[in-house]
């Protein structure tokens, strides 16, 4: 009995030996541990929990709900992340501000895998330092039950008939960048007198009293469940605020709007470099991507993921907007270097 | 070991985390962030965007006060009556939900007095009209009272719970009647509990934050929330030295209160609660 207990611990110790050197063959990083830093509700947790068994990586994962957050904590360095997914405006400040590291894109295969469109961008030539998640626009989500006539300009969100149910974002680019359009401007305006005009726009619109509040993620519950009109909101949310109601439908108003791109990018501070790429081109395999497309409703950049839409996801402008619109939106610039000049306009309508 | 060593964990914990964030919080308040001192700071203070904010915190609050004040003395006055058995129990229920966190609270608000939340569902079952609350400077004012309520009934009650009974006894008997009573000999006894209890509501409505911002959908913000943008996402390069100078005023407002606290109730009867 003795000695078939000593050969069966034996036999154990060996295994317990072995696996983890089996494993080591084909999981380098295991045991490393990354600290991810996304916005809220932007994956579907699975997909960590696939990434943590495939590569034995722990993920420590992390959220924020604005770029200029993101920026603040990255910036301060109160704290080191290992991947962040800022916007595309925010990605060519962090490398203006030697933030970022430089991508070896030899542990990015699946970089092949992205719309050719979005890459090699301008705010980041050559994808040195960023691999695009997902993209979108920015619009208005309109209750066609609750508002009758067709709403086709950002100025329909001046419609008095609709007062106090009109929702816009409590974020100071879109908001402050919209009236800039609205008013036939650049959303990256460096103008004193043209973001006068537009603060004067935000202010009639506040006191007039048709704002139902300056919101973010309770906009897309609110759309849902018939509590709102009219909501600014980013193509994806609005997506998943559709999918919950049908009378919902998504415009992207004559005037133009923000078309934007949020990259994946490693910071300079990280000391996991290898480890946090992997990660990024775990979330360009088409398979992870669907699921993340499937599970956040933000449109995918990933070849096989487009061309795997239904035809009915293929006509939706939020899903997959047509050229001629995208043709009338604009990336964001960063303006870090006028930023206090949107601030004071944004400070005096929240404020 | 001498007794007064005890509380050597606690100070080094108040030392760390009270004592030399708010020695930064100064060096930041009265520096620019190349680190040469100014006063500038604190002239932003007076810039009407910001004292719009300062106005409103100031008057929410107040009315806040007055309204703990209107709601809770009754309660702590009903609490404390002689001959009342069950006044441990109607105790806790008060303090039951300070038990909980208050953003929790505040979202559980936000859910009950949505425009098709629960008490608007109740009102149109009932046959009336819906009710625009969330959103309303209103909706605002109800989140700080249901959150401070609390803190003004407990040094009331504590207070009015210490009273002798006697003295109402001398007063009845010495013909008053029950209305004198109460303004010549029940308030003026219980004025260190009423100072207490001011103080511990107007001191946190003062430098609320969050609550107002959930409540109003983000269109009505207050002094809490606007350090929270200054620090967290102004793009101002000064914005740690000017949220530091405004940190430090409100700090100077708490200990304006709590002078005045120790002028009205030199010896903490109103169970000084810090």
Redesign the interface.
């Known amino acids: 009995m003795k000695k078939i207990a000593i050969v069966l611990l034996v036999a154990l110790l060996i295994g317990a030996l072995y696996v983890p050197a089996l494993a080591e063959a084909d999981k380098p990083f295991a045991g490393t541990e990354i600290k991810v830093y996304n916005w809220y509700d932007y994956i579907d947790p699975e997909v960590l929990t696939i990434f943590e068994e495939e590569t034995g990586i722990k993920v420590n994962y992390v959220n924020f709900s604005?770029n200029?957050?993101m920026y603040?904590r990255l910036s301060t360095g109160a704290e080191v992340y290992d991947v962040i997914f800022p916007s595309e405006y925010m990605i060519e400040r962090l490398i203006k501000e030697d933030l970022l590291a430089e991508l070896n894109l030899d542990n990015i295969p699946n970089k092949a895998n992205v719309l050719d469109s979005l890459m090699d961008p301008a705010y980041d030539p050559g994808n040195a330092h960023s691999i695009p998640y997902m993209w979108g626009t920015l619009g208005i989500v309109v209750n066609t039950e609750m508002v009758e006539e067709p709403v086709t300009s950002w100025n329909d969100l001046l419609n008095e008939k609709y007062a106090?149910k009109i929702?816009m974002m409590?974020s100071?680019r879109d908001t402050v960048g919209l009236a800039l359009k609205n008013l036939g401007y650049s959303m990256n305006s460096h103008n004193q007198d043209e973001l006068a005009a537009a603060g004067e726009w935000l202010m009639a619109q506040k006191d007039s009293g048709v704002?139902?509040?300056?919101?973010m993620d309770?906009a897309k519950d609110m759309m849902a469940?018939?509590?709102a009109a009219m909501a600014v909101m980013y193509s994806g949310d609005a997506l998943y605020a559709m999918e919950k109601n049908d009378k919902l439908a998504y415009v992207i108003p004559d005037e133009g709007s923000n078309i934007w791109v949020d990259g994946m990018c490693v910071p300079k501070s990280s000391q996991n470099q290898e480890a946090a790429e992997c990660f990024i081109n775990f979330m360009c395999r088409p398979d992870i991507a669907q699921k993340n497309m499937e599970y956040i409703y933000y449109s995918s950049p990933i070849k096989q993921v487009v061309e795997g839409l239904s035809e009915e996801e293929k006509a939706s402008i939020a899903m997959n907007p047509t050229e001629e619109m995208v043709a009338r939106c604009e990336y964001y610039v960063d303006n870090?270097d006028v930023?206090?000049m949107?601030?004071?306009i944004w400070?005096?309508v929240?404020? | 070991m001498k007794r007064s060593w005890y509380a050597t964990p606690y100070a080094l914990w108040m030392l760390l985390f009270a004592v030399v964030p708010l020695l930064f919080v100064c060096w930041y308040a009265f520096t620019t962030p190349e680190g040469t001192f100014t006063l500038a700071n604190f002239q932003e203070f007076i810039k009407p965007?910001?004292m719009?904010?300062i106005l409103r915190s100031l008057k929410l609050a107040l009315y806040c006060t007055a309204l703990c004040l209107v709601i809770g003395y009754p309660t702590a006055w009903f609490l404390a009556g002689r001959g009342f058995n069950h006044a441990q129990s109607l105790v806790v229920l008060i303090l039951l939900p300070m038990w909980m966190n208050l953003l929790l609270r505040t979202y559980a608000m936000m859910t009950l007095l949505?425009?098709?939340g629960v008490l608007n569902a109740a009102l149109q079952a009932l046959g009336l009209g819906k009710l625009?609350i969330i959103?309303t400077e209103g909706a605002v004012l109800m989140g700080l009272v249901y959150n401070y309520l609390p803190f003004m009934v407990l040094p009331i009650y504590t207070v009015l719970k210490k009273m002798d009974y006697s003295v109402i006894e001398a007063a009845e008997d010495l013909g008053c009647n029950p209305l004198r009573v109460m303004t010549r000999v029940v308030i003026p006894m219980s004025v260190p509990g009423i100072v207490s209890g001011v103080t511990m509501v107007f001191m946190p409505a003062v430098t609320s934050f969050a609550i107002s911002t959930l409540l109003?959908?983000?269109?009505l913000?207050l002094a809490g929330d606007?350090i929270d943008?200054i620090?967290?996402?102004?793009?101002?390069p000064n914005r740690w030295n000017i949220g530091s100078s405004f940190s430090l005023m409100m700090l100077v407002l708490i200990l304006i209160s709590i002078g005045f606290l120790r002028k009205v109730d030199p010896d903490s009867e109103g169970g000084g609660m810090w």
């Open positions: 604005q200029e957050d603040t106090g929702f409590d100071v704002v139902g509040g300056y919101i309770q469940g018939n509590e870090s930023a206090y949107y601030d004071d400070m005096d929240l404020m | 965007r910001y719009g904010v949505d425009d098709n625009k959103g109003s959908n983000g269109k913000r606007l943008y620090f967290n996402q102004s793009s101002n």
